[in-house]
């Protein structure tokens, strides 16, 4: 448990009081997904933090799934579609085609939180997730992947068992905006 929290962009602090402010998260525990930073926070429902991560996240920059994508085969997939979406989920615990579990942040676009997986050496996942900077953290067809251990200590015992909301901050507009919230009532 980390028990301050730790440097949060500006956007990832004016969500953060928005979400405990306003109670959007509907009392559930909730997750802050900086695209920017690369970064996973886990709140719980009061909004103290739990844990932070590193994490990998889709290869294109935007903020919206094409349409129909959680329907297409990854091949299908060009790069420029490779998005993790912004928005607000509700988490579901689920398990994905090879039977591992997964938290879905958005089942109908094929979208999950899970751990990293290392199998093409070619995409240096874990190297990327090592490193200091946010600039090679993305690489995924947009699936969040966070280091195995911190999955299984801090994903898995609670995400992995119901359900909480996931924030994923937007890259392409202000948070404010797109969530639909007064930036002055949450400087």
Not at 84 to 105: C, H, K, M, Y
Not at 125 to 148: E, F, K, W
Not at 172 to 182: I, N, Q, S, V, Y
Request: aromatic letters at 10%; glycine letters at 8%; proline letters at 7%.
């Amino acid at each position: 448990m980390v028990s301050a929290l730790p440097v949060l962009s500006a956007q990832a602090r004016q969500v953060h009081a928005w979400v405990v402010g306003s109670g959007n998260q509907q009392g559930m525990p909730f997750a802050l997904i900086d695209k920017e930073a690369a970064q996973l926070y886990l709140f719980d429902a009061q909004g103290a933090l739990r844990a932070a991560s590193p994490i990998l996240l889709g290869l294109a920059r935007g903020d919206y799934s094409v349409p129909g994508i959680g329907e297409r085969k990854m091949s299908e997939i060009r790069p420029h579609e490779r998005t993790t979406p912004a928005g607000r989920f509700v988490s579901e615990p689920g398990r994905n085609l090879q039977n591992q579990d997964i938290v879905w942040i958005e089942y109908d676009t094929a979208v999950s939180l899970h751990r990293v997986r290392s199998s093409n050496s070619a995409e240096r996942r874990l190297q990327r997730l090592a490193t200091a900077t946010a600039s090679d953290n993305r690489i995924s067809y947009g699936c969040v992947n966070v280091p195995t251990a911190f999955y299984d200590r801090y994903v898995a015992p609670y995400w992995g068992q119901q359900s909480g909301v996931i924030y994923v901050l937007p890259e392409t507009e202000p948070a404010a905006f797109f969530f639909g919230f007064d930036p002055a009532m949450y400087p």
